[in-house]
């Protein structure tokens, strides 16, 4: 992150973290942000934190979660504000060009973000994998960039699940996304509406397309084979 970056994430942000009384001995604002992106971007423990940082461990666990608040209340609705149907179409137009896939505006998928137990939350997060988890569903484009997200399903829940009782699942089931209308990719080829890739776990929808099913059961016809090869790039 170059210095400018930060010195303006600390303008808007820094009102809302900010530590009264100001004195010399209390937590600035940058030290509290560069502690929060440190956390983020390594992945390092708390006590690394307290460490690094010389903050005791209960009061940076604290700073942490509520700097993390602040920036998701002040950014969540200029970077993964849902987009419109131009944007949606560019969207595609980023896809073809990189992907060579026509009329797709993003793709799918869910991952379990590893936690310890809660506390008396029994197997609720329990995942397939054997550990504690939630899940991120997310939307990515043609560049790894995210579009939309749902953060927070237990890890017990499969990534189906997780889509159908999400907003974003039921942008997509009920036609909420406000995608473009269907255009022709041949002209030998009727319309095709735009639509996210997903894998076997999502249903398949008019604006949902997954592989074919079967693979590693039966052998597929040429077609499917090449069409799931494709998918999986």
Known sequence: MSASTFEELVCLVGPKIKRFPSRPDIISVGEILTATLRYLASGESMMSITYGFRIGKATVSKLILQCCEVLWDTFN???LAV??????AQLAVDFENLWQVPNCIGSIDGKHIIHQAFTNSGSKHFNYKGSHSIILLAMCDASYNFIL???GAAGRCSDGGVFSNS???KGFMHNGLSFPAAKEIHKDSGP???YALGDEAFPLLPNLMRPYPGRGKRKLPL???VFNYRFVL
């Open 149 to 151: 997200v749902d953060i």
């Open 77 to 79: 609705q200029k970077v």
């Open 167 to 169: 907003e974003m699942g």
């Open 83 to 88: 987009p419109d149907t131009v944007k949606w």
């Open 223 to 225: 077609k499917e084979s």
């Open 192 to 194: 095709i509406p735009y």
